[in-house]
């Protein structure tokens, strides 16, 4: 599947032989482009004002939306405000247009922002209206282009883009002057601390805040009404988007002498330290508050930067299974890949351990590998929050790892009372091993809990292949093991002393799993089913009379499988029921919405007259070779008397396509000539002039 940054080049590419037009509405010129991969314009907020918007296409333009009807954009001669752009694709540049003079066009002295980047977040940027600009309304163009500039023709716009309009209001300039330049000073898991320059002389502020899109009422929060600049806000919970909105108060009132609320400032909090017990399965993806890095050896730590190909995957390539762990697949050189947790609280309760399960395999199979020379996979402590990392576990060349995983307990005895954070940590090393050596490692089922918790086992999964014929089906039993006292001892009924189960037929099973202080944990009776096998129900109906072609099968009912379910006849036919049949040997395949097949025939018999079933005693009919590939039959019959008959061939529709009068005497022999047909399956009819008797067999081509 193309990436948009693909579609992208490939469009880029004809865009260069093509006109990019820029079409009139009312005296205005309205530039058209795409904006459909999330180029163009999201969020756009000056002062109080504020819209968040879709790809637009009003007049028919794509890439362009008339928000001119919209209100608030009420702003004060000469006055500076906080402008707050976002788009929905990176590598954006903004720029926005004041029409001062009411010309119906845009010139470049009226450019009051030129060519801000702007990309998946929130930017903001301060814009002042010119004091030159008479009271009264004109036309403001926000104008975003994509990995190009915008400013130097309002008119036109490259291939991706997009292009508002909006109603700017120019007012007397306020006597308490609106905010601007809004930041966040200092920010922790609970609490925030904001700044703002105010141009005017208030000398007290209000703030409103709550959870990123509520609705502010106008009026200042609980304690935060006339206060000091800069302001501090606690009580907030870790890992949360949040909104504030900012007005002076000169009056100090509320209602004599306000300015007008900021457009809404956004942060999100900081990760707090987790106090155990924790678990993490990675069933939603890598969790909040972990991290990752593209860069850094073990020495210097992770580094911002760089390219991490972390992903969410099945664990150790169990086949079907395409999520509920995270993988990395380590290849080339120099290549170093970490992922971090968050921080643990390890001063109350305690003693804590740290579990996890991991397996490396070679790239893209489930089987076992030894590491290159330097390649190494390393599990991490840093109890100075990233500053240095000590290696807790660590697998090499000389450590072969499970491919189908382990469980690892490592107790936090020696950490009581810190905050200690954990990392995995993947290199290949400055030595290029080669392709054979590229592998992969598979983490899941993190805990952070009490020391000697009991030991505890569950069944994450229980694998069943997609699809089978006849027979049992072998599946995958896939457990987790916490707590206790490792090593563990594994004995599944059979006799099987892995971890997980593998290739395990339809049955009852049990696991007993033994820790290192020889606790025992025996699991519930595992009940592993087979994949339901696809069976058919039909009532066949003969023909009526020789060579009517009135037979039918019709299939009542599919047993198993995954409705909805298709057919393929041997006539060509795809529907259910089949009508209009001769006697002869019918084959249906029949495939569920999962893909999983089965093959059934059915025989429609020959009609009247009643001496046929003598007559078919009488005849022995053969035809070979059977398949045929050269497409060369040889028929041949043996019979008492000597009498004439017709030799058919029908194809799989049932039309005859080949016919010849023969003599029997006694034994009939002849040839038929199948090398101009397609492959299939054909019939060759022997048909008795005297009272129509027939027999007939099936020959593959």
């Known amino acids: 599947m193309r990436s948009p940054l693909q579609f992208k080049a490939m469009f880029q590419s004809l865009a260069i ?4 037009p820029s079409f009139l509405s009312a005296q205005y010129c309205t530039p058209t482009s795409n904006c459909t991969f999330g180029d163009g314009v999201v969020e756009f907020g000056l002062g109080p004002f504020y819209n ?33 752009f976002r788009s929905d694709f990176a590598n954006q540049y903004y720029s926005i247009w004041i029409d001062s003079d009411n010309s119906d066009s845009f010139e470049s002295s009226e450019l009051v922002l030129t060519d801000l980047a702007v990309g998946t977040t929130l930017v903001y940027a301060s814009i002042t209206i010119p004091a030159s600009i008479p009271l009264g309304s004109y036309r403001m163009r926000v104008q975003s282009a994509y990995a190009e500039n915008s400013s130097p023709d309002p008119c036109y716009m490259p291939f991706y883009g997009e292009t508002e309009d909006y109603t700017l209001n120019v007012i007397e300039p306020p006597s308490c002057i609106h905010v601007s330049g809004i930041s966040l000073n200092a920010l922790s898991a609970t609490t925030a601390t904001i700044s703002w320059t105010d141009a005017g002389t208030g000398s007290a502020w209000d703030i409103e805040y709550g959870p990123s899109g509520f609705t502010p009422t106008g009026m200042p929060s609980p304690g935060f009404d006339d206060i000091t600049n800069p302001a501090f806000i606690d009580g907030l919970s870790p890992v949360s988007n949040y909104d504030v909105y900012i007005r002076a108060d000169c009056g100090m009132d509320n209602v004599s002498d306000v300015s007008s609320w900021t457009s809404p400032f956004s942060f999100i909090t900081a990760c707090g330290a987790v106090i155990p017990s924790y678990y993490n399965n990675y069933a939603d993806g890598l969790g909040a508050c972990w991290e990752l890095f593209g860069l850094g050896t073990l020495a210097d730590g992770p580094q911002d930067g760089g390219f991490t190909n972390w992903f969410n995957s099945g664990f150790a390539n169990f086949p079907n299974i395409y999520e509920g762990s995270q993988g990395i697949t380590m290849y080339g050189v120099n290549n170093n890949q970490w992922m971090v947790s968050p921080d643990f609280d390890l001063s109350s309760n ?33 109890a100075d929050f990233g500053a240095t990392w000590n290696t807790i576990q660590y697998w090499d060349s000389s450590i072969e790892a499970n491919p189908t995983g382990g469980h690892f307990v490592h107790s936090l005895d020696f950490y009581d009372g810190l905050i200690v954070r954990f990392a995995y940590f993947t290199t290949t090393g400055t030595v290029n091993n080669g392709f054979q050596f590229d592998y992969q490692v598979f983490l899941d089922n993190f805990r952070v809990q009490d ?85 058919v129900s039909a009532i066949v109906t003969n023909e009526s009379f020789n060579n009517w072609n009135d037979g039918s099968i019709d299939i009542t009912e599919v047993f198993g499988g995954q409705p909805p379910y298709t057919y393929s006849w041997n006539n060509a036919a795809t529907t259910q029921d089949i009508t209009n049949l001769i006697n002869a040997l019918w084959c249906v395949d029949i495939t569920d919405n999962n893909g999983c097949t089965t093959d059934t025939c059915f025989t429609v018999e020959q009609g009247a ?28 019959a043996e019979m008492t008397n000597n009498e004439k008959w017709e030799l058919q061939v029908l194809d799989p529709q049932g039309r005859v396509i ?31 002039t005297s009272d129509g008797g027939s027999a007939s067999t099936l020959i593959r081509r």
């Open 52 to 84: 968040a918007s879709a790809c637009g296409s009003d007049q028919g333009v794509a890439g362009y939306s008339d928000w001119t009807a919209l209100t608030g954009l009420d702003l004060g001669q000469g006055v500076s405000y906080d402008g707050q």
């Open 17 to 20: 032989l093509l006109f990019v």
């Open 609 to 636: 007259p009643s001496s046929i079933n003598e007559f078919a005693q009488e005849i022995g009919l053969r035809v070979f070779p059977n398949p045929s590939l050269d497409g060369i039959v040889y028929v041949q």
């Open 658 to 688: 080949a016919q010849q009068n023969v003599f029997s005497s006694p034994v009939l022999k002849t040839q038929v000539d199948l090398t101009e047909e397609a492959s299939g399956l054909y019939m060759v009819r022997l048909i008795r």
């Open 350 to 382: 305690g003693p804590f351990q740290v579990e996890f399960d991991m397996a490396i395999t070679a790239a893209y199979t489930q089987n076992a590998i030894t590491l290159g020379s330097d390649d190494e996979v390393h599990f991490l402590i840093s």
């Open 451 to 535: 020391e000697g918790s009991p030991l505890v086992v569950s069944v994450d999964m229980i694998i069943e292949p997609d699809c089978f014929f006849f027979g049992n089906p072998l599946a995958d039993i896939l457990i987790s093991v916490s707590g206790g006292m490792t090593p563990y001892s594994f004995m599944w009924t059979g006799g099987s002393m892995n971890e997980d189960l593998v290739d395990a037929e339809a049955g009852i099973y049990t696991l007993e799993v033994t820790d290192g202080s020889g606790s025992t944990y025996t699991s519930d009776p595992i009940d592993v089913p087979g994949t339901p096998v696809l069976t």
